[in-house]
């Protein structure tokens, strides 16, 4: 599975961003799927997972009530959606894949990650 991350860039705290993560040559609706982040010099960290029935799930306290993460089977496409966004929300987001599983446990698929940076 190719998975392409898009959205990234360059705002201003209190701004929103939406990444998204395409599937390429392959329909993933049957996958569960998952952002994480990796700041720099920081560890990477799972931010939102989706499972495969659209039921979401949030995994970093930071952004709960401020990220949404959701997928459009007929597009192929699972976003994640940032509002409110602030500097410690830099970080370059990675979309990935667990074909495996159900929920989201352990990806066997990843994007190239798209680069998000919030100035204060």
């Known amino acids: 599975v190719q998975l392409q991350a898009s959205g990234g860039g360059l705002v201003q705290a209190g701004d929103s961003l939406r990444l998204s993560c395409a599937a390429v040559?392959?329909?993933?609706?049957?996958?569960?799927v998952g952002w994480l982040r990796q700041a720099p010099g920081k560890e990477r960290e799972l931010v939102a997972t989706?499972?495969?029935?659209?039921?979401?799930?949030k995994h970093t306290d930071s952004v709960k009530g401020r990220f949404t993460i959701s997928r459009d089977n007929a597009k192929n496409t699972v976003y994640l959606t940032m509002n409110s966004l602030t500097p410690e929300d830099t970080a370059v987001y990675y979309c990935?894949?667990?074909?495996?599983?159900?929920?989201?446990?352990?990806?066997?698929?990843w994007g190239q990650g798209t680069l998000v940076t919030v100035s204060s």
């Open positions: 990935a894949v667990d074909s495996y599983n159900y929920n989201f446990i352990r990806p066997n698929y």
């Open positions: 040559g392959h329909t993933f609706s049957d996958y569960a």
């Open positions: 989706i499972n495969s029935r659209g039921e979401p799930s």
